[in-house]
């Protein structure tokens, strides 16, 4: 079993290695304090940006991490916000509105491959985004994955992301996805992580998995080895991992859970421990179970047009609509679906006193 740095090839897989064995409570941690990033939903309304409630919910949100004393960044402009949706103008214009109404909270922002064609990758596609978003302060970057990026073998894709890193003037993320969210995505093998984690622009990466607990895979090996790098969790079938073993989380759920999330990660910090903090990660689990459940085939994608209706029942944004050119839609019943799903989490907010998560 591998459990040294330089045993790992890019052959390596996963199984064969000591952090993959690791179980979660051997990584409990009841006195960190991570930041809780929300990819925050861009709401729409007849058709176009709604400016009014995208403001709301980040006031919404900003009142939640303020009640639990959680550190909450902004991530605009990731899958939540519609980039692969959004003009350069429009992806622009989200950070300036943010930062206008918001000078203090961190953001991240998300990058990815704009206007990629052929077959051959490169790096320069992500520099529209890049440079957009370093015009701005507090901000950190978050190199978003491309399928050509990502079909590189090991090694290239490795370089891939050390050419891209010349363009960072900016704290950077990494972020590692698989198929539940784009088809041709695959997880990071732990030679390429270890690798992108030794490099000084990337403070941290984002795994975003549904199947398979990479997190708890990224967990083992940075803190086994003492990597001065953040693994982010993207998994919004596990939130209550990331609280328990003391690491970020980056998720679209932390915007329809942000309340529940907020105070779960308070509640968790608190000695004697309140154990009603099971009951309130089980609550907010089977909402975003119903938010992110998946489609025939296989994909969680439409989570975002379920994240509006959560939001607009619960007073925060008027309109359920999503991008008039995404095609990641829920069906029409889905208003109804979503007020049910809301019945247990907002049983218990009721129980624990949570005052920012009620039904409009």
Known sequence: MISHPSELTPATTWEETIWAHTPEEALVDHTANPRLCVATLLPFKNGQPDWAGFENSIRWMLACAEAADVEIVFVLNADTGYI????????????????????????????????????????????????????????????MTSRLLNELDDEARRDGYFEIAEMITVPAIVHALEPSFVPWASPY????????????????????????PHFLYWAAMCRDLELDFAPHSGDDFGIASAIKVGCPLLI???????????????????????????????????????????????????YKHSTAHVLKHLGVIAS?????????????????????????????????????????
């Open 84 to 143: 692969f949706n959004l003009s350069e103008e429009l992806y622009a214009e989200v950070i300036r509105r943010f930062r206008a109404s918001f000078p203090e909270p961190k953001i991240i922002c998300g990058t990815t491959a704009v206007g990629a064609r052929g077959d051959t990758f490169k790096p320069e596609w992500y520099r529209p985004h890049l440079e957009i978003a370093q015009r701005f302060d507090k901000v950190e970057v978050m190199i």
């Open 189 to 212: 093998s732990p030679w390429l992580l270890h690798e992108l984690a030794q490099h000084p622009t990337f403070v941290g990466g984002k795994i975003s998995t549904l199947d398979e």
């Open 252 to 302: 679209g759920a932390g915007v329809s859970a942000c309340p529940l999330i907020c105070t779960a990660k308070k509640m968790w910090r608190s000695n004697p421990l309140d154990t009603r903090v099971y009951k309130l990660f089980e609550a907010f689990q089977s909402l975003e179970d119903s938010v992110f459940r998946l489609d025939l085939n296989g994909s969680a994608a439409a």
């Open 320 to 360: 359920s609509e999503i991008h008039p050119d995404c095609t990641d839609r829920r069906s029409d019943d889905e208003a109804d679906r979503m007020r049910e799903a809301l019945v247990r989490p907002l049983r218990i907010a009721e129980r624990l006193g949570i005052e920012n998560f009620k039904l409009a």
